[in-house]
């Protein structure tokens, strides 16, 4: 079975400071992907950032990357330059890549951070 | 514009009554998913369709129902055999690019029971 582990329920940075926000996973699959999502106080989850498991370079995106250690099975999300904005709960996700449960997501607990100035 | 739309944003519903969620999206995806957050929780899988007149249970499908008759359309019927509804809705669609399904969410709906 898929599982994603969030073990900061809640994390602070001062703005334009750069933060790191934990994700460690579990799957037997060879291939799969691995997502963050952001959830403001309005609910809409928005899609940040995807690595692959077979991917050799770190996902880049905006002020947003991914920190992926395969062997750790860990895949940190690094928010650059912190903003006010930036202040929500945080997701980490993982797909799977077997036939019937094709592009499901498991779904981390989450962190939420809170930026301050 | 392209987009995930649910209705309503808000949803009370009485003991012992069924309600339907609606999400719709014209992105053109062929899948879609329900999924349902409690507060200070993750998102659990309710339902999901990789394709039109198909569709197959999540982790926490008992209560609920669903159908696909549409591309476009994916509703969430919460039945009264669902104890505990009162919850966040989270709709979503995914395409496959560059060998990559990734998902995108519509607003949700969030049920309040009376």
């Known amino acids: 079975a898929q599982k994603i582990t969030q073990t900061q329920p809640g994390m602070f940075v001062q703005e334009k400071e750069a933060v790191t926000l934990d994700c460690t996973y579990d799957t037997s699959d060879p291939s799969y992907g691995l997502f963050w999502y952001k959830q403001p106080s309005s609910g809409e989850m928005i899609f940040l950032i995807y690595?692959?498991?077979?991917?050799?370079q770190n996902a880049t995106e905006g002020r947003y990357s991914l920190n992926f250690q395969k062997a750790r099975k860990s895949a940190n999300l690094v928010i650059s330059a912190s903003q006010l904005g930036d202040s929500a709960m945080y997701f980490c996700a993982m797909s799977s890549t077997r036939g019937s449960t094709l592009g499901r997501l498991y779904f981390g607990r989450g962190t939420q951070l809170t930026v301050w100035p | 514009d392209g987009g995930i739309t649910q209705s309503p944003k808000y949803l009370f519903r009485k003991e012992g009554q069924n309600v339907t969620l609606s999400c719709e999206q014209n992105?053109?995806?062929?899948?879609m998913y329900w999924y349902r957050q409690d507060p200070g929780q993750g998102l659990r899988l309710i339902y999901y369709?990789?394709?039109?007149?198909?569709?197959q249970k999540g982790d926490i499908a008992e209560g609920y129902s669903v159908s696909r008759e549409k591309k476009e359309s994916f509703p969430l019927t919460v039945t009264s055999a669902q104890k505990n509804p009162t919850a966040f809705y989270l709709c979503?669609?995914?395409?496959?690019?560059?060998?990559?399904?990734?998902?995108?969410f519509g607003p949700g709906t969030r049920l309040l029971v009376l």
């Open positions: 690595q692959g498991s077979y991917d050799q």
């Open positions: 979503a669609s995914s395409e496959r690019t560059a060998g990559v399904e990734t998902q995108y």
């Open positions: 369709s990789q394709i039109v007149n198909d569709f």
């Open positions: 992105l053109n995806h062929d899948a």
